[in-house]
């Protein structure tokens, strides 16, 4: 057999990753519950259906299928064949395969929604973390399967619900000690921009151009909206926009000044400015590691947001955005269950991850499984430190017995591979006098104790 | 679009679900701690290669296969072809499918393990919880989507490692409430049997027939061992061995008695005198859950046992066993990497729930997600509530606030479908006063309170 590898894009994680991981996951599970959501999980394999044509064409091609069963058995070869010419022709087709690996959590969660809304007491409040797959182009940051991190309210159109996810983001990075950047846009304001530059059907060009700006300049954005057909002077004023700039006060005047006649401007400015009030008054204290920043230039790729968007950017460190969400008015209409408004949020573990490594800020002592390490010196001394291990794990303390009577440098190193901090001693001298030596590994303090308890 | 549904085999877990879930895998995963195991996560999916033939002709048609992805590419259109017509004659082809999804979590751990053995501390104690995929067919309790929960010691053939996986299972269903006998045999004992019975051949006819006994019965067994080719003396002497009954001592001594001649049998018998001993000596108390039994017809169906084996049954509940394991000589052969010998157990996480539901051994309180709700009584009311809220959140309390300002009943409503235990009002009395009045909603018992805290 050749040498086993992974798949390209996936990974495995080791003990010292997962802890890490689920610091951060466990962290922002905490924050979801004390804000009243409540978890919901759904299979890895969604119906092809249920995915196709919801992710643009770009989106379907990446979508992992899954190879019925049973292809070559007698009664399903002719229709195999026939499939597989379907799918050879660029469609899809049940009799070659009709599950796929779910893309992200948001489309599974709408699926979810409608299949039980019945039942659902709404506003219905959810998180979920769990892995999606993509077939993208490995590479630097990007993998095969990742972990997606949602919180969304579903049947409410309050603001409270924006007020509720601002104050998460940022009593979750408080308490991961990450200093963020919350940025807040409304796309009612992107729209009025666009009724202002000569109508509505011009929003999707404005906005996936304006998407660009960081990545491209300005004058690149102003290119591409003179080529998708703005005149000069629709540009300028999108210029102008883009260019506000100043505390959230001023930026909020110079909007209004700019688009203020326009309706739907007013009440894009009348909504973040009361999410602004709220949600700055609490968690996000001055005290607080979150600023709250009113951002013009934020777009959001996705085209299904229709109210408040947000963005969240680690202060001081250079990466993409680590949190990202919106209002959309339409969750479940795909399934046939219109008019459920709501809005969501999203966390980015794996650049999350990447910022506590670079920031130095996960605590070193989730790197510590084992806490205490028996040496194991023989027969007799084994079984009773066996026994003495099991008083102390009832305490809740984390050990091991070295399992076989070796050397001790073996011992050692092994302990010191895994980073074990305290060895324990259990020797003729210490059988005898029914007590027990305790080493810290890391200081080399030695010291001798009569009762377990007292290590 | 149709109406959305599930593919077949596969649930999703709504927050009810999730949170009972979650404390049976928070139990078991807290237990493998304090034993000193450590988390390993690996992909869903692997490289086909790395599962193909590892689970025999049957396994391997019940692996779930991935189409690659731009099958229909120009520069792909040919090699997939020529890989359907490979795959319908039966065979495998990367053209069409390289990857699948993980089938168990012991290839996977092997994988891993072969890849990072010269890395990893040895011996190495991982557990995993992770979803598996099985294209079998759906039935009641068997999906084609369910979690493994697995506790494995890899480098090490010291019978503690047997011990603490014996500790483990009695630690975990003693937290879990659930009375179990953890059932213990030796294949050591079965090959002496199978010496007895003419030779060494013979083992896994004997095991595939005793490990069918408790669905077919004594005499069907004895049928199916005259059928596989063996004598009546021999098929009369496993009858005897089979109807061993009494104490662990008496069925220690009754096997000693039957096959004590036989090397590998006093080897067998050593082996589980010790395990008994030291596990029952300790978490296995006489006030605990767990009941030790060896079980001398107990033969576990995998053939790469090689030790000890164990099996886990709830005591009142008819059920099938609830947990497995048992010891292997080597567990990475396969993936290049000889000589590593292990023991590992694996819990059953579904049938464990059901066993908790059938016995009603859920905690009352995981039930519970949002602690308080904050019913929204108008604009400056709702303003008060949300400030309080905040407070009661940072005091770890799960509240929420009901985000529009509905008529009461419809909160009220709103609370009991969520089975929220207490309600918060700040109506226009209790905002000129500074005041909160708060009712227990399972008792209907209402009081006023000045600060927060009192709640």
């Known amino acids: 057999m050749s040498k086993p590898s992974l798949p390209s894009g996936t990974r495995d994680f080791g003990p010292d990753t997962v802890r890490k991981r689920s610091y951060i996951l466990n962290t922002i599970k905490a924050v979801f519950e004390v804000y009243g959501f409540q978890p919901l999980e759904t299979p890895a394999m969604e119906n092809l259906d249920t995915l196709m044509g919801k992710y643009g064409d770009e989106g379907d091609k990446l979508i992992f299928k ?17 499939a597989f ?16 690996l779910r893309y ?15 039942q659902l007491a709404l506003p219905f409040r959810r998180y979920q973390v769990q892995p999606v797959w993509r077939a993208d182009r490995p590479q630097k940051g990007r993998y095969r399967e990742f972990y997606q991190c949602d919180a969304d309210v579903v049947g409410s159109k309050s603001l409270y619900n924006e007020v509720e996810l601002t104050a998460i983001y940022a009593e979750v990075f408080q308490r991961l ?33 304006i998407d660009k700006l960081d990545k491209i300049g300005m004058e690149k954005v102003k290119e591409e909206l003179l080529e998708r057909g703005l ?37 894009g400015l009348q909504e973040l400015r009361f999410v602004l009030e709220l949600a700055g008054a609490t968690s996000v204290s001055p005290n607080g590691k979150a600023q709250l920043v009113c951002d013009f230039t934020l777009a959001r790729g996705l085209n299904y947001y229709t109210g408040i968007i947000f963005e969240v950017r680690a202060i001081g460190v250079k990466m993409g955005s680590i949190g990202g969400g919106g209002r959309y008015d339409d969750l479940t209409g795909l399934f046939g269950v219109p008019d459920l408004p709501g809005v969501g949020i999203s966390f980015g573990v794996d650049r999350i991850y990447d910022v506590l490594e670079e920031l130095g800020l996960f605590p070193e002592t989730i790197a510590v499984g084992t806490e205490y390490i028996f040496f194991n010196l023989g027969e007799a001394e084994s079984r009773r430190a066996f026994q003495l291990m099991q008083e102390l794990r009832a305490l809740g303390k984390r050990c091991e017995l070295y399992p076989e ?51």
């Open 177 to 209: 000690g990450i200093p963020v950047e919350i940025r807040l846009n409304n796309r009612k304001i992107l729209a009025a921009l666009a009724e202002h530059c000569g109508g509505a059907e011009k929003m999707m060009d404005i906005t996936i151009a």
């Open 85 to 100: 010419e379907q799918v050879m022709a660029g469609k899809n087709d049940k009799n070659l395969t009709e599950r796929a």
């Open 104 to 118: 992200d959590l948001t489309i599974p969660f709408a699926r979810y929604v409608a299949m039980n809304h019945g």
């Open 405 to 455: 009577a070796v050397k001790l440098p073996k011992q050692f190193k092994y302990a010191d591979q895994k980073k074990i901090p305290n060895a324990i001693f259990i020797g003729s001298n210490e059988l005898a006098s029914g007590t027990l030596t305790i080493k810290n590994l890391l200081t080399g303090e030695q010291r001798e104790v009569d009762d377990i308890r007292e290590v």
């Open 66 to 82: 899954i190879l019925n069963n049973g292809l070559n058995d007698p009664k399903n070869i002719d229709k195999a064949r026939a």
């Open 231 to 267: 005149s000069a002077d629709q540009v300028n004023s999108i210029e102008a926009y883009l260019k506000i700039e100043g505390s959230n006060e001023e930026k909020l005047a110079a909007v209004e000044q700019l688009l203020g006649h326009i309706e739907s401007a007013q009440q």
